[in-house]
């Protein structure tokens, strides 16, 4: 009825997970990027303090930004969501570069792509100027890469950050069926350690 995507109610019961053992608290400083509507309202429901919406063209966010070049102040933001962003960006280790830098150390956000299973490596060309020739290469007319897991991953580690996936072994198969997903989500949840490790 909500009209939410099965990995947006996946996203819902994670937050409110985190929010049941005190993982994340109503006081953090939430900042969502790219917001799906429906998601969206339901975090704004869910009644954080501050509560952010941030995109690139999108219109009714509270900051339109550039994801590889944020305004806002190293380690000032407790929480984000950055979902199906990524693929969309010029130069994403950049991007990640800042992700990790506005997040508060010993954090937690979710950090999520279209994975695609089989493909070997990231297939990317982000000058790649022909609408046509993205849609071929890239399943989508604003995409300029593709991820396969293993590459993402690496990425996202090499950008400063811990990773963990969070499948139906760590949910249960029981909570998949009630939510309606698919067998094959994953939850990409990322963390910022308290000191970076080299």
């Known amino acids: 009825k909500c009209g939410a995507s099965d990995r947006e109610r996946l996203y819902a019961y994670w937050v409110s997970s985190l929010l049941c053992r005190g993982s994340l608290n109503?006081?953090?400083?939430?900042?969502?990027?790219?917001?799906e509507p429906g998601f969206s309202r339901?975090?704004?429901?869910?009644g954080f303090a501050d509560y952010q919406t941030a995109d690139f063209a999108m219109t009714g966010v509270d900051h339109q930004v550039d994801?590889?070049?944020?305004?806002?102040?190293?380690?000032?933001?407790?929480?984000?969501?950055?979902?199906?962003?990524?693929?969309?960006?010029?130069?994403?280790?950049r991007a990640l570069s800042e992700l990790y830098r506005i997040l508060k150390?010993?954090?937690?956000?979710?950090?999520?792509?279209?994975?695609?299973?089989?493909?070997?490596?990231?297939?990317?060309?982000?000058?790649?100027?022909?609408?046509?020739?993205?849609?071929?290469?890239?399943?989508?007319?604003?995409?300029?890469?593709?991820?396969?897991?293993?590459?993402?991953?690496?990425?996202?580690?090499?950008?400063?950050?811990?990773?963990?996936?969070?499948?139906?072994?760590?949910?249960?198969?029981?909570t998949f069926q009630s939510l309606g997903l698919k067998r094959e989500s994953i939850l990409y949840v990322v963390s910022k350690p308290e000191t970076r490790s080299k």
């Open 26 to 35: 109503r006081d953090a400083r939430v900042m969502h990027f790219a917001p």
């Open 105 to 174: 150390p010993g954090s937690i956000s979710l950090l999520m792509v279209p994975i695609i299973c089989g493909l070997d490596e990231i297939d990317e060309d982000p000058s790649e100027a022909l609408e046509a020739e993205r849609w071929r290469r890239f399943g989508q007319g604003d995409h300029v890469r593709l991820y396969n897991r293993q590459g993402f991953v690496s990425r996202v580690r090499d950008a400063g950050f811990k990773v963990e996936l969070l499948d139906i072994t760590y949910f249960g198969a029981a």
């Open 42 to 46: 339901w975090m704004r429901r869910i």
């Open 67 to 93: 994801l590889i070049d944020l305004p806002f102040d190293s380690a000032s933001v407790d929480f984000f969501v950055c979902s199906h962003v990524l693929e969309h960006v010029s130069d994403d280790v």
